[in-house]
């Protein structure tokens, strides 16, 4: 198990590389001269060309690739703002936890109050109460954000006057930016339980449970469960991803100083070094967010654990089950 | 109590509602079981036998089977009207059940071991020392070592997971053991060994069984009666000798016939020509009529009487006892 959290942390490379080899070429294929910019219209042109060997934007692109990419390696250090001079990391270390945090929180109350309502909509198929929960489910998934969100602060800041609009340090601050991020992600994992367990609750080994003399609660918890529960966390996993760099317009309405916001400021503001510095950062929690989900897999299910320890066939074994995941959701989304 | 009866099915009726359609999977069933006995409950797929076994353990599906009418009775109480929690205490620990297919009865996620122990820790007061001896003793007992105690599933073969579903279901010495098709999935040679296990289990702790199965051969091998099944009913009942000695039903006849005899030389099986009938649109009289060599016009008109031919032996068609 050891060797093959390891070896997955080993694979990571190879991904991150590649991620900040396209960046960093994309940025630097974009129109304008990041020196130009940096010293702002009315620069003179021998001003530029001295910023420009400053920045080093003189040597060749592999060079300048190389350079950035052994800065970061061994200093964490992804260059200075153009714009405010202020180091990358710095600003990164600054805006980073504001987004983790509400991410994290929004996930969590996704999944607390999604994977309850699946499994008793899966339960109760066709019941009122699943028919119900069902169409809220689908309405939380195509209300977008911003719209619950306004909608809130209409409610609660103006009306109402509990809940402070902006902000994110005290637990009130929080209550409306994470209820109205974490909405889809409820609705997605409540579709995905309750497909999921609709899958599983009628297999031969729910039967011989119930043939077993179990009470039903646990029948469905630590059977069906236990057994349904690798799409979800696929689901999460996904969720969490798309939220880290997705947050952008909930932070904008609450003000929340986040990640997403000074990723969209730094390219409204061409800022190339917060840009690629933002947009490796989101990459590499993608990732880890990923092999987290995967080293769960195993522990959850036995016969993720089994493929990861023959060694040769092990990750095609594994790529192959991901696959089918993959297909069983879009199958399950339809 | 020597020999009395410990399981009695009266007039049992299920349906199954599937697009509005009723399915009539078992139509006025009478059983009979006696301590230590074994039955051989035969008959071909859809003959209704799964579901009377899952109607006794009343673990039907619940929202789309009934069960219309009748009692079971056990140890003289009648199952149906039991309520959920009383009925929990019985399964497993009074009534334990086998299933046809080992690949998919077991769960994935969980070890053998603890299968095994989640049964016994249902219906004993064990400490969790007691439980894995108790456990390990079960895997022992139908031949599995028990250093794999802690393997998934996924680790064994095919007989290998029988054995193990015959452990959970013998782990509380239950009075009545239903085993459903429980060689079917199974190779020939494991057949033979499974069968022959449950059958020395079966003797060493007394329990009475329900052997479900299309297979007459392993009914001749361990059964001491037989019921045959066809569309929900049983057509003919009667002690082992009875049955294979002087079957009286043309379906069962017409089973008989089917098994090939080595001794003869021919190109072709014999078969009982048709289909069982569709189960939604029962022909009218004896449900065999259609298929029947013998039928004749009264055999359309009404369904058929049960008649007793000999004491214990009955058949369920009007030229019993006349041919």
Wanted: glycine share 6%; charged share 20%; aromatic share 8%.
């Amino acid at each position: 198990m050891v060797r093959y959290i390891i070896r997955r942390i080993l694979f990571l490379i190879p991904t991150l590389l590649l991620v900040s080899f396209f960046v960093f070429a994309i940025i630097n294929a974009a129109p304008g001269d990041p020196a130009q910019l940096a010293l702002g219209e009315g620069a003179t042109a021998e001003a530029v060309e001295a910023k420009r060997i400053e920045l080093g934007l003189d040597k060749p692109f592999l060079v300048q690739y190389l350079t950035w990419l052994k800065d970061i390696v061994f200093h964490f250090d992804f260059g200075n703002s153009y714009r405010s001079n202020i180091s990358v990391s710095y600003q990164i270390t600054q805006y980073f936890p504001n987004t983790l945090k509400l991410a994290g929180l929004s996930v969590l109350l996704g999944v607390l109050i999604g994977v309850p309502i699946g499994i008793i909509a899966a339960v109760k198929q066709y019941s009122v109460f699943d028919n119900i929960v069902m169409s809220f489910a689908m309405l939380g998934m195509s209300v977008p954000a911003f719209v619950l969100a306004l909608s809130m602060i209409l409610l609660f800041s103006i009306h109402l006057q509990w809940l402070p609009s902006s902000g994110f340090s005290t637990f009130s601050q929080m209550i409306m930016p994470v209820v109205a991020l974490g909405m889809q992600p409820c609705a997605i994992c409540a579709r995905m339980t309750r497909s999921s367990m609709l899958e599983v609750i009628r297999l031969d080994y729910i039967r011989t449970v119930r043939a077993k003399g179990q009470k039903e609660f646990k029948v469905i918890v630590n059977h069906a469960l236990k057994n349904a529960v690798l799409p979800i966390l696929t689901t999460i996993g996904l969720q969490f991803g798309a939220l880290i760099g997705g947050a952008f317009v909930t932070e904008t309405i609450f003000l929340i100083p986040g990640f997403g916001r000074l990723l969209v400021t730094a390219v409204t503001n061409r800022d190339y070094p917060l840009v690629m510095g933002g947009v490796l950062c989101v990459a590499m929690v993608v990732a880890l967010t990923n092999l987290v989900i995967d080293i769960a897999y195993a522990f959850v299910d036995p016969r993720v654990k089994a493929a990861f320890k023959s060694s040769s066939s092990s990750f095609l074994a594994h790529m192959k089950m991901k696959k089918s995941l993959k297909n069983m959701e879009q199958s399950n989304a339809r | 109590m020597e020999n009395s009866t410990i399981l009695e099915i009266k007039d049992l009726s299920v349906s199954y509602t599937s697009s509005n359609k009723e399915i009539k999977a078992v139509r006025g069933l009478d059983l009979a079981i006696r301590q230590g006995e074994t039955l051989g409950l035969v008959g071909e797929t859809g003959a209704g036998k799964t579901t009377t076994a899952l109607s006794v353990l009343r673990i039907l599906p619940e929202v789309s089977s009934s069960i219309k009418s009748g009692e079971i009775m056990f140890e003289g109480r009648d199952i149906l009207t039991l309520s959920r929690k009383e009925m929990r205490e019985i399964r497993g620990r009074d009534i334990a059940m086998i299933f046809q297919d080992p690949m998919t009865s077991l769960d994935p996620v969980m070890t053998v071991g603890r299968q095994i122990e989640e049964m016994i820790s249902l219906h004993t007061d064990c400490d969790k020392k007691e439980l894995r001896s108790r456990a390990e003793a079960m895997l022992e007992v139908v031949g599995i070592r028990k250093d794999r105690f802690d393997d998934y599933p996924h680790q064994f073969s095919g007989g290998m997971k029988q054995r193990v579903g015959i452990a959970i279901a013998l782990s509380c010495n239950p009075k009545l053991l239903i085993a459903d098709e429980p060689t079917t999935a199974l190779d020939v040679t494991i057949q033979a060994q499974v069968l022959n296990l449950m059958n020395q289990l079966k003797e060493k702790y007394r329990t009475a069984m329900i052997l479900i199965t299309h297979d007459l051969g392993v009914v001749a091998e361990i059964c001491s009666s037989v019921a045959i099944m066809y569309a929900g009913q049983i057509v003919e009942y009667g002690s082992i000798e009875q049955i294979y000695g002087n079957h009286m039903h043309p379906y069962t006849e017409g089973l008989f016939d089917s098994i090939p005899d080595i001794e003869e030389e021919k190109s072709e099986l014999k078969v009982i020509d048709g289909l069982p009938p569709d189960p939604s649109a029962l022909p009218a009289g004896c449900s065999f009529s259609p298929r029947c060599p013998y039928a004749t016009d009264r055999c359309g008109e009404s369904c058929p009487d049960d008649v007793q031919v000999e004491p214990g032996h009955i058949v369920k068609c009007i030229l019993a006892g006349k041919k």
